[in-house]
């Protein structure tokens, strides 16, 4: 390129260049106004310029570091650099550009594009050795940067994408060695996609706005942050969020976030790996579906002061769940249902106050539970489920009360499965679960087998009173005692010697024998449970 065909601020800048010196064409005005269509000669550059310093156009001064440092102009044409080799740094400032650059398999050095305007950026497949920096930029049409790769940091603090009816922020299989900053007013207007993406160090929504309704808001499904995630202070999404089989190295924080997506799931996180902590928490709400199915969280996933809910169907998801603790103590009634099943938590802590209408706990195991609540309170936890009965959230609470020393309770639990178990069956089965719950309350209420055994010995004692039975002709004459006799029908093992003295005959042999079998029956179900109630198990 002749420099004698170069403009003015072409020439500040190439004379600059080898020093990597800092061109200001702003006169004194560092802010993108409004009269960008106003800015005249004196603040155009072409991008073909730029281009040919980048790559090599302009000798390296001796013990100088060359570089392109540009504030406030507007970059004409096209910067195309696609498959280049840079090895000098590249930073402009509240410049404007006509057309969005294309980086596309570039090999880069440090990039610094803040506050500026793009309608566009392609930087696909490049590979940045040092930090890329965008902050304060806006870009429509969308930025993409699938399968690039940046050495240092990315830094879209107070970036503004929009492409609403398609992808705001392409990203898929993005690596980055440092941290992500999409933070400070970040705002997407479209899908921000970070699919298979990996991250060595933090990725920060910390006060992001995303806005695609009705769509994908925020796609990092595969996702491999190395840290901690930030999508807190003051985060809004309207979209659903998916991190389906996303991993975390440190903790998730989701702190005060406002999610929105009403027609389904606002956060999907199925099959989600985190090594610390989950906090959807403080303020955190949800207008649609939160979904941690599958997950596997080492430490605590809280929901403590959240606000859940939806129209209809389920307002929490976390089956299959495996975590060391659920805090589930949100500031009001989740409206919709909560599916625990078959999740595995080793403590779960809730409040009464704000239990859903609806749950599902077939196969959901605990350890323990806070607070543990009588059973009378538990039971109509339990009864919330209201997909049929199942035996498994009976037997599981039974356990962990008699785990906590609180047999009284673990029967009660099992005395309501017998009866939950005998209102699914049919018509003879009812019967004669009636009949255990009278006599004998299924075996869990061993002093009414007690009671009715009392009762049938009065009863024998007063009918053979009056009704004396045959007495035999053995030879002996033994005095005859209806209370005893009735002692000597009831034991199961020896005799007093009674019922082989006398016999009674007709009815009263009949009744003898119901006395026999009632009596063998409760005999054995209070001996076991009196024993059961006195010694824990």
Known sequence: MDFDELSAPERRLWEAFPRGEAVDLTGG?????????????????????????????????????????????RITGSLNLGH?????????????????????WAQMNSVHLMRCRLPGLVASGTRIDGHLWLEGSRVHGGLWLDGAHISGILNMSGVYLTNPQGDALLADRMLVDANVYCDRGFTAQGEVRLPGARVGGQLIFREARLHNPGGVALYASRLDVAANVFCDGGFQAQGE?????????????????????????????????????????????????????????????SLRGARLGVAEGTALNVQRLQAEEVLLR???????????????????????????????????????????????????????????????????????????????????????????????????????????????????????????LIALIVFGSVYFHFRTPTRLDTGQNPHFNSFWYTIDLILPIGNIGLTGQYAPKGIDQWIAYTISMLGLVLGFTAAAGITRALSRE
């Open 241 to 301: 969020l998916r991190m389906r089989g996303a991993r975390v190295g440190g903790y998730l924080s989701f702190v005060g976030a406002e999610l929105s997506h009403p027609s389904g799931t606002a956060l999907n996180a199925d099959d989600l790996g985190v090594e610390t902590d989950v906090y959807c928490s403080d303020g955190f709400s949800s207008d649609g579906t939160v979904s941690f199915a599958g997950a596997r969280i080492t430490g605590q996933l």
């Open 330 to 452: 949100p500031t009001e009634p989740i409206r919709g249902a909560v599916d625990l099943s078959y999740a595995k938590i080793s403590l779960f802590r809730d409040d009464p106050r704000t239990w859903p209408e609806r749950l599902q706990l077939d196969g959901f195991q605990y350890d323990n539970l806070d607070p543990a609540l009588n059973a009378r309170q538990r039971l109509d936890w339990l009864h919330r489920d209201t997909d049929g009965y199942a035996p498994q959230p009976y037997e599981r609470l039974a356990t962990a009360y008699r785990s906590l020393g609180l047999d009284a309770d673990g029967r009660n639990v099992l005395l309501a499965k017998s009866r939950d178990r005998r209102a699914s069956q049919g018509p003879a089965r009812k019967a004669i679960g009636w009949m255990q719950e009278i006599l004998v309350g299924y075996g869990y209420l061993p002093f009414r087998a007690a009671s009715w």
């Open 84 to 104: 280049a080799q840079v090895s000098v740094p590249l930073a402009l400032t509240g410049c404007v550009f006509d057309e969005a650059p294309h980086l596309y």
């Open 29 to 73: 005005d560092p802010t993108v106004s409004d009269q960008i269509a106003h800015w005249g000669p004196d603040r155009t550059v072409r991008a073909e310029v730029l281009v040919a310093l980048l790559l090599g156009a302009v000798e390296q001064s001796p013990g100088q570091v060359p570089g392109v440092r540009l504030t406030g102009a």
